[in-house]
């Protein structure tokens, strides 16, 4: 797939470059640059969200829009499909597309570099099965103690992901807010608390018997201990996402979660 649009881009006229470490095949070594980021007007991510969560951390620093083609399971960040690649060629390479700017949250743990992240900053337990006591404060207002195995805060993007597992809201990525949402709750009034977006978010380890996980879009980013903080805010940045067709995130929504068109029934034995 990255051969094919690689070759139609430059058959229309754009530079196509590719980092080095990303032109394994042979095919595409003549793509190989090592100034490929910093030249790039739009990168190009091919896969899915787990491919454009890791692409965003290049497209945040320098700022440059990311436009991607599904070849994942769900796709919601993605903007195209593998078959209309060809289509919108002409679009991608005069630029005619319009930029879409998703809020970006920054999370913080004493004596480490802020986190940035795209979907969510979650709180978890480890290999145990016990319960973490969190307190959770907005700004320096307490919200609720929680024991639960676990605690996220989202930005509107993230809420179709592991917060919408975890029963929270789907919020259009327009709204801008954070989502904190407790993961599994050992209470039957931990509800999901929609957070304005000028506020700080303060999730304190109250217990827990073993380090509780931070994890930071998929990826785990420190270990946190009794006692210890996590603050969240949202962040000065920007993630930039390039949209050529005419879909709209319902559209997405309707398509991606409510048509069952990625899931495959179970046959029975019998059959």
Do not use: W
């Amino acid at each position: 797939m990255a051969k094919t649009t690689a070759a139609t881009l430059k058959a229309m006229g754009a530079s196509v470059l590719l980092p080095p470490e990303l032109a394994l095949d042979a095919s595409l070594q003549k793509y190989a640059d090592k100034d490929a980021f910093e030249l790039a007007d739009l990168l190009l991510v091919i896969g899915g969200d787990g491919a454009m969560l890791k692409a965003s951390h290049e497209a945040r620093v320098r700022q440059v829009p990311l436009l991607g083609i599904n070849t994942g399971h769900l796709g919601f960040l993605t903007e195209l499909e593998i078959d209309e690649i060809e289509q919108f060629a002409k679009c991608i390479v005069e630029g005619s597309y319009k930029i879409e700017e998703r809020l970006l949250l920054e999370a913080k743990v004493a004596g480490k570099e802020p986190f940035i992240c795209l979907n969510d900053a979650v709180l978890s337990r480890g290999a145990a099965a016990r319960l973490i006591y969190f307190d959770v404060f907005v700004d320096e207002n307490l919200v609720g103690q929680y024991p639960a195995d676990g605690l996220l805060v989202a930005t509107p993007t993230g809420s179709t992901a592991y917060s919408l597992s975890a029963g929270g809201p789907i919020v259009d990525p327009d709204v801008s807010c954070l989502l904190l949402t407790p993961i599994c709750p050992h209470m039957l009034s931990a509800r999901p608390v929609v957070v304005g977006v000028h506020h700080k978010v303060r999730i304190s380890v109250r217990h827990s018997d073993e380090d509780v996980l931070l994890t930071v879009d998929g990826v785990l980013g420190a270990s946190l201990h009794t006692g210890e903080d996590l603050i969240i805010s949202a962040s000065p940045d920007k993630l930039k996402l390039a949209r050529i067709t005419k879909r709209t995130f319902y559209d997405v929504l309707r398509d991606r979660l409510q048509s069952g068109r990625d899931y495959t029934p179970v046959k029975s034995n019998k059959e």
